[in-house]
């Protein structure tokens, strides 16, 4: 089922996004589901002038634990073939440089948009030696639709059903965030919208995950060196995703 979208279709809240059927987003949600381990804070050695203000603010607000990557290496996500693997196998624990970003879920608009945006990215990063490694919400055939409507790497994507990897990263969730933060407006920007458009040409609800809770979690982007955290980004809200020209420049350091 293909989507489509015009000006009078998107809002901030993303909520009347015309489809068929029309979404319900979910109201009852566990108190249980709202909370997220508590982490070590640390400042990042970041460069301030390598990152634009807004990147700074944010990634220094998602700083973690220098045992991060040791608390990830275990987490199971799944390939889109449904084979389970463990985080640290993702990328070479010693000196392997990856972006690692965490869609939504795999029925988000927004992420369709992140998601063409890191394709188009891909052959940058492996230039530059740098791995693309790109989570979503939901089940593994969650992740073949949008791998295959998009279209986008499989060898890139996986899936994490259960949030795992969301919640150990303290990334954040619940109802505000979704659809009322102030930091999804950016999306209805004239460049943005362009870019949204152009990614749900093939969109389809069905990748949208079957426990519907998953949809008011929000995603973010992080940048490793082996096991050392160089760059977190936790999204404020729907669409808020990290400049990538920051990623780059990240990366580039490295």
Known sequence: MAISISSSTVTPSFSHIS????FQSPLSISSQSLLSPTTTIRSLNITPNKINRTAAA?????????????ILGDVNIFTPSGDPVTFNDLWDQSEGIAVVALLRHFG???CWELASTLKEAKAR??????KLIAI???????????AERLPFPLENLYADPERKAYNLLGLYYGIGRTFFNPASAKVLSRSRFEALKEAVKNYTIEATPDDRASV???????????KELLYAWKDEGT?????????FNICCNA
């Open 19 to 22: 489809s068929t059927p029309s």
């Open 58 to 70: 944010v990634s220094s607000t998602a700083t973690y634990s220098p045992e991060v990557t040791n």
């Open 108 to 110: 988000c608009p927004c």
């Open 125 to 130: 990063l492996e230039s530059d030696g740098v």
């Open 136 to 146: 979503g919400i939901g089940e593994p055939k969650k992740a073949r639709i949008l």
């Open 216 to 226: 008011l979690q929000q995603g973010g982007m992080f940048v490793f060196k082996g």
């Open 239 to 247: 669409g808020d995703h990290a400049p990538l020209d920051d990623t």
